[in-house]
């Protein structure tokens, strides 16, 4: 059980599905992918030549745009309904809907993985996720994965915001289900490594540029202006001076497997 602290919601997990994904579009989707920094590192670590697997695919950003650059990569999701969008939008796309603890492939199938944003969901912690995602790649495949990263301004300020409103709402008797875990870089490594992965690169997953960020646009609405991660004056302010381990979404880490 990670040590980390959980962040809880009072949408159940299939309105927090459909609260992520129902607004979004395909194409708007896509469209940030050229703005992240895990662009560069998709393209320094994964393999040419390859399979591929995005787990935990969503609404296929990054399943579509690594298609788009000559990647053989195929993806899975367990939400019916983000994998029937796909299906939608590109007929030749290879992607199925499959649980991520259990995907159903053969030993050793794949020459890469890619997950982002999906074992902080699993509330038994990611072990069985990670198990899955070492069992099904080749011997010296590489993983690429992020989760949230509980910064430094979540810890002060968030976190404890957050755990007030939800024990109003349990005041009040209403329902609160789990959302996510927020790891610290630490734990995370141990995890990985701890799943018989070799630890090769960390690093922040976030825009690149000053005027977006995924988490002061997420964590502080006052910081919003138009559009999805966009951030108006104060935001992008704060953006500039503010050292990113203060405020940055996620983290990001590439092992090979041993």
Known sequence: MPSSP??????????????????????????????????QVFLD???????????????????????????????IDFD???VGRLR???????????????????????????????????????????????????TGGVMIITVPYNNFLRKLFYNPLRRIFMALL????????????????????HFISTARFRIIATGYDDFSALVESMGLWGDWPFLRSSG????????RMLSAVLPKWLHTSGIYVVARKI
Not at 172 to 183: L, Q
Request: hydrophobic share 35%.
């Open 170 to 189: 349990r005041l009040r008797k209403k329902p609160v289900y789990f959302a996510e875990y927020r790891y610290n870089r630490n734990e995370l490594l």
């Open 88 to 138: 939608e939008y590109d007929r030749q796309l290879a992607v199925h809907e499959r649980d991520v603890t259990a995907t159903g492939y053969d030993d050793e199938t794949f020459g890469a993985y890619v997950s982002l944003g999906v074992v902080e969901h699993f509330m038994e912690g990611p072990e069985k996720a990670l198990a899955e995602a070492n069992r099904i790649l080749k």
């Open 6 to 39: 959980k962040i809880y919601s009072y949408l159940n997990l299939a309105e927090q599905q459909n609260h992520m994904w129902s607004d979004r579009q395909i194409e708007d989707e896509v469209a940030l992918c050229a703005r992240r920094n895990l662009l």
């Open 45 to 75: 670590y994964l393999p040419k030549g390859e399979r591929i697997l995005e787990a935990g695919c969503g609404l296929g950003a990054w399943l579509i745009k690594l298609k788009n650059l000559g990647y053989a990569v195929e993806g």
């Open 80 to 82: 019916p309904q983000v």
């Open 228 to 235: 999805q991660f966009t951030l108006n004056r104060f935001g």
